[in-house]
């Protein structure tokens, strides 16, 4: 868990206008934030930012009061799922869930790794599921696998980009259930990108709204949609 703080955050991408556009944003130990906003408003790469794929063109990213504009992605131990899963589609589902953990420089003992890959895989219903490959899962599947990949870090955020724009309404219905209870379970940061206010209203203990990079308005949910 952890405590981010945006402060005066721009990205310039080239001359034009800047994508991200000095936002500040104070986001607790424990707090689900979701990120609103029209395409192209800077959402994305705003999380991008944060995880550290994308530089910071100026402003101050603080993780638990540290700056951490400069340190590399694996430095900053965020976890981020996307909208497209991202899934390597020649390794199966444990080994897509075990990877980061796989990774060099982690180290994590392969005894360890298998009991990680099993929790998570229990978290969110994938264990009978674990020897197949990618390719042979449903939409909704991947996407746990996704999250599997995410969660088994033990990472100190999660950031999600759309995770659930490519399920039918049904199956994002479940995943947003499965979600805030994972959230509310591990009590992990989160930063959440959305265009579903239902999942807006459900998830979010704030919705941050981003217009043209310029955040506008930050509020709970209730205050934001409700009508007066
Ligand atoms: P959103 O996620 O809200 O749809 P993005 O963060 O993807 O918005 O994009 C914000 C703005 O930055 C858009 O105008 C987009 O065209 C621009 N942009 C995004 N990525 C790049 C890039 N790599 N190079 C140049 N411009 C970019
Ligand atoms: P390498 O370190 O060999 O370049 P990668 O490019 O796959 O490996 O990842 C580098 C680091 O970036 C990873 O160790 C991880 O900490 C971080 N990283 C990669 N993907 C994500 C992600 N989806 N969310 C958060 N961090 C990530």
């Given at each position: 868990m952890a405590r981010i703080e945006l402060k005066n955050i721009v990205k310039q991408y080239g001359d034009g206008f800047p994508a991200v556009n000095d936002v500040s944003l104070d986001i607790a130990d424990g707090e689900f934030v979701i990120l609103v906003g029209p395409s192209g408003c800077g959402?994305?790469?705003?999380?991008?930012?944060?995880?550290?794929?994308?530089?910071?063109?100026?402003?101050?990213?603080?993780?638990?009061?540290?700056?951490?504009?400069?340190?590399?992605?694996?430095?900053?131990?965020?976890?981020?799922?996307?909208?497209?899963?991202?899934?390597?589609?020649?390794l199966t589902v444990g080994e897509n869930i075990a990877f980061p953990l796989r990774l060099n420089h982690s180290k994590v003992p392969e005894k360890e790794v298998r009991e990680r890959v099993q929790r998570a895989a229990d978290m969110l219903e994938l264990n009978e599921h674990l020897d197949r490959k990618p390719a042979n899962l449903s939409g909704g599947q991947r996407q746990r696998v996704a999250m599997g990949r995410a969660i088994v870090r033990d990472a100190k955020?999660?950031?999600?980009?759309?995770?659930?724009?490519?399920?039918?309404?049904?199956?994002?219905?479940?995943?947003?259930?499965?979600?805030?209870?994972?959230q509310r379970s591990?009590?992990?940061?989160?930063?959440?990108?959305?265009?579903?206010?239902?999942?807006?209203?459900?998830?979010?203990?704030?919705?941050?709204?981003?217009?043209?990079g310029v955040l506008q308005q930050v509020a709970s949910p209730r205050e934001l949609y409700e009508q007066p």
């Amino acid at each position: 868990m952890a405590r981010i703080e945006l402060k005066n955050i721009v990205k310039q991408y080239g001359d034009g206008f800047p994508a991200v556009n000095d936002v500040s944003l104070d986001i607790a130990d424990g707090e689900f934030v979701i990120l609103v906003g029209p395409s192209g408003c800077g959402k994305s790469t705003l999380l991008r930012m944060i995880v550290g794929l994308e530089d910071i063109t100026s402003g101050d990213l603080l993780i638990d009061g540290k700056r951490v504009n400069d340190l590399a992605p694996r430095d900053r131990d965020l976890a981020m799922v996307f909208q497209n899963y991202a899934l390597y589609p020649h390794l199966t589902v444990g080994e897509n869930i075990a990877f980061p953990l796989r990774l060099n420089h982690s180290k994590v003992p392969e005894k360890e790794v298998r009991e990680r890959v099993q929790r998570a895989a229990d978290m969110l219903e994938l264990n009978e599921h674990l020897d197949r490959k990618p390719a042979n899962l449903s939409g909704g599947q991947r996407q746990r696998v996704a999250m599997g990949r995410a969660i088994v870090r033990d990472a100190k955020a999660f950031l999600f980009d759309e995770p659930l724009s490519n399920l039918d309404a049904k199956l994002r219905g479940q995943m947003r259930t499965e979600i805030a209870r994972m959230q509310r379970s591990l009590g992990t940061t989160t930063v959440y990108v959305t265009h579903d206010q239902t999942e807006a209203m459900t998830l979010g203990d704030r919705v941050a709204v981003l217009r043209k990079g310029v955040l506008q308005q930050v509020a709970s949910p209730r205050e934001l949609y409700e009508q007066p």
